[in-house]
């Protein structure tokens, strides 16, 4: 009966130790041996961070900054020449040459500029390189700069504050990192946050060279013709010029962003296409302006000028 007792005390202690060591082990760390985050490029992060889907409320790095590994990530590429792309509910936001949104990060800081993200948080929120990035027409060169990461690379940094993509966003024009952990958000062209907004049929938008102009829902900077004139009524633009220079469609007045709705109307041409009028002069958009920013038709042939806030013709001629 003694050598049962042992029997049975002995298959006990070897049983609570199994569990101890189960319960103080996680399944994929060791105890006291450390772990070192590894950094990977948008789009090769680890299954959590690359499949598809809103990411937004689930991830684990959404809202928290990352240890520095002390390592060099492997360098993301370069963002090429910036793009501001109209978001359907963010209105223009950043993007670099493919088409991928930028984001920011509510815990970098901006002044003096510091990135906060490292380590874990990277593989999912790759920094952008600073090197090769260039700015369009609709971001001020001044905007652009850089910061030096604790790893020694040069991170690229819009208003200040350090840029980085998101490895669920896939697909150009993706923003699958909007709000998530409520500390990431898309970057304007200022550096600020993207925030959720009613897209206007005419709204005020600020470009670099030009200031405040006006610009139709798409973001495309709107510009009056000095063969026309607002009373009486001319319209000089026909024919062949509407190849290039395309009517404004009309405007809900319920749907205007900085400018009064008694600025607005809407005209009817010769062949009874209905056409955006401001202040009483027809409007139009420019075949050659790709991107919310572009002001390719400002001064063409000194006849076509973009139109501020007040309804004026803006004469300014850019530096570029």
Known sequence: MITRRRAGL???ALATLALTAACGTSGNQSAG??????????????SDYGSSGSGQGNDPYGGQAGGDSGKAPQAGPSAGTLALHQDAK?????????????????????KPPKSNCSGSCATAWPP?????????????????????????TKQLTIGGWPAYRYAKDTQPGDTKGQGVGGTWNALTAEG????AQEPGDVSVQNQPELGDILVDGQGLTLYRFNKDSAWPMKFGCNDACLDTWKPAKPADRSKLKGIPSKLISTVT???GLRQLAVDCWPVYTFTGDKQPGDINGQ???????????????ITSTPTG
């Open 10 to 12: 002995a298959a006990t």
């Open 33 to 46: 041996t450390p772990t070192t985050d590894t950094v990977q490029p948008a789009g090769q992060g680890t």
């Open 90 to 110: 963010l209105g223009p936001i950043v993007a670099d040459a493919k088409g991928m949104t930028l984001y920011r990060f509510d815990k970098d800081t901006a």
């Open 128 to 152: 952008v390189p600073a090197d090769g990035a260039t700015a369009p027409a609709g971001i001020a060169k001044s905007a652009l700069g850089s910061v030096t990461r604790a790893d020694g």
């Open 192 to 195: 600020k946050k993207a925030v």
């Open 269 to 271: 041409r010769p062949d």
């Open 299 to 313: 001064g063409k042939m000194g006849l076509w000028f973009a139109v501020s806030k007040d309804g004026k013709k």
